[in-house]
Structures are given as structure tokens and as C-alpha cells.
């Protein structure tokens, strides 16, 4: 994966980052009630690891019938320590934090995301506007505010999870941006699913999970709409915006996602989320699009 290129000036957004902006901004707002469902009968380690195992070995070898070759030894230990981080840290927390938590708050909470990416950027000399620094502040302000609702306030557990999933997700994205290039094109996405889906696997080993519940049809579907579209789909356009597009724009479902699974967890499964909380939300994504306007100055 190459770094971040900004889109020449003047050319708009092809048909493929625009695609890839709608896979990223309404299959993966969907794909966080997914996971709740799937709680249902997969632990959330196996859960993660398996669906990331499967959509990374379909997608290699349909890469590989195309002639792509292998990842070398360095893009395997890159996808390894990128894959561990955004995939076994990263998804791991997060289907962890919804045991506990509903999944529109932990969307919520993930909307910081940004505000994290645009903090580990200091360390490459990427120095925030005066409006970027006003987003960070404001967006924190909102997650303090989430921590202090109903949904989080009754599982700390649940907030040690998230908060550890974003950490790790922002270190993981800006890793393979700066510092840890995978293979070229879908063959490194697919050698980061098999990396991070090996890690999650070690990790639902070494927590002692299993699989004590009987399978259940909506565990069954919810688990394959997440191979299918929240990794073989969305996760991919995930990582080709960060290869293709700005690091702002690749983040921009996080001001998207939230709203979707809010509405999503309230309407299909009964999520309570309180007026306060709400209220949180909104303060946490209007600090994500002052961010934006900021970097697009």
C-alpha cells in the first residue's frame, strides 16, 4: 500500500472513491448491530477472527487467480503488526464492548476516531490548524460526555474496550499510511485480514472462549453479512481510500456510521440511548466535521 495521495485539484472524486465512501459510511453503520447479533452465538475474539480468516483467504486467492503474487517477508510482518493492531485491537475491543454497551453508543464513541488519527499525525510533523485544534477539543468534550451517560456509566468494562479499540485502530491506520506499506492493492488488504484474523484467533484461545451457545439462524446471517460486506466490501474500501484518498476523507464515516447505528440499535433492536447521550453524539460530530473543515482549508 502506497501513502496517502490527495486527489489532484480541480478533478472532483471518481466513481471509486465514491463507492468506496458508500461502503464505508452506510455497510459499515450497519455492520456494528451486525456484530450484536452475532453475539449471540459467537464469543467476540472467535467471532472476529473467524469472519476476518474467511473473507482474507477468499480474497487471496482470488487475487492470487489473477496473478497478483505473494506478499513478501517485510509485507507480512507489516500486515502482521497492522492487522494485529487494527483488527485483533481494533474489531476485537469493539465486539468485546458489545457485550455490554449498545452498539449505537459504541459507534458513538468511534466517532473520535479522527480526533485520535489527527494526535498520532504530530508525530510526523503534521501540525493541526487553528480550526482542526477547536474540532479535537470540541469532539473530546463529547466523548467525556458519552462516558459520563447511562450506557457507559453501567459498564466501565465496556469503556476500557472502546477506548483500547480506538487506540488501536488509530495506530493501526496511521501505521500503514506512514511507516508500515503492505502489498500492493487487494493482495495487501487480504494478507492484513489473515494477519489480524490469526491474531484475534490466538487471542479467543488464549481468553478461554468457546462455543457454549447453540448456533442461532440471526447469529448464522449476521456473522456472513459481516464477511461479506463489513469485510470483503467495506473494510477493502476502507483501506483503498486510505491508499488513494486523504486520511480526512477516509475518515469521514465516522461522523456517518454513528448516526446510522444509533438510529439502527434503537429500531431494530430495541437500544435505549437517552436524550444526554444523544446530545453527546452531536457534540462528538460536530468536532469531527470542524476537524474536516479544518484539514480542507
Known sequence: ?????????????????????????????STYLAIKYALLSFPPFFQMGSRFLVAGVVLA???????????????W?????????????????????????GSGLVVAFIAVMPLMIAALNLLWRVIPSRLELAGIAVGLVGVLMLTLGQGFGASPAGLVAITTACACWAVGSVLSQRAL???????????????????????SLGSGETLSQPLRAEAVLAWSYL???????????????????SASLASSY??????????????????VISAFEWLAALVVLVGVVLLMLGRRR
Open 254 to 271: 465516522s461522523f456517518v456510521n454513528p448516526v446510522i447505528a444509533m438510529l439502527l440499535g434503537v429500531a431494530v433492536a430495541g437500544e
Open 227 to 245: 464477511v461479506v460486506f463489513g469485510s470483503l466490501i467495506a473494510f477493502n474500501a476502507y483501506m483503498l481510500l486510505l491508499a488513494e484518498a
Open 181 to 203: 506499506p503492505l502489498a500492493p492493492g487487494a493482495m495487501g488488504f487480504a494478507s492484513e485480514m489473515l494477519a489480524g484474523g490469526l491474531v484475534l484467533m490466538l487471542l
Open 61 to 75: 486467492l482470488w487475487m492470487r487467480g489473477r496473478g497478483a503474487p505473494w506478499p513478501n517477508r517485510r509485507q
Open 77 to 101: 510482518l507489516n500486515a502482521l503488526v497492522v492487522g494485529g493492531l487494527m483488527l485483533g485491537g481494533g474489531m476485537g475491543g469493539t465486539a468485546t464492548a458489545e457485550q455490554s454497551v
Open 1 to 29: 500500500m502506497n501513502q496517502t495521495a490527495s486527489l489532484p485539484a480541480g478533478t472532483g472524486l471518481s466513481p471509486r472513491i465514491l463507492a468506496c465512501l458508500a461502503a464505508t459510511w452506510l455497510v459499515w453503520g
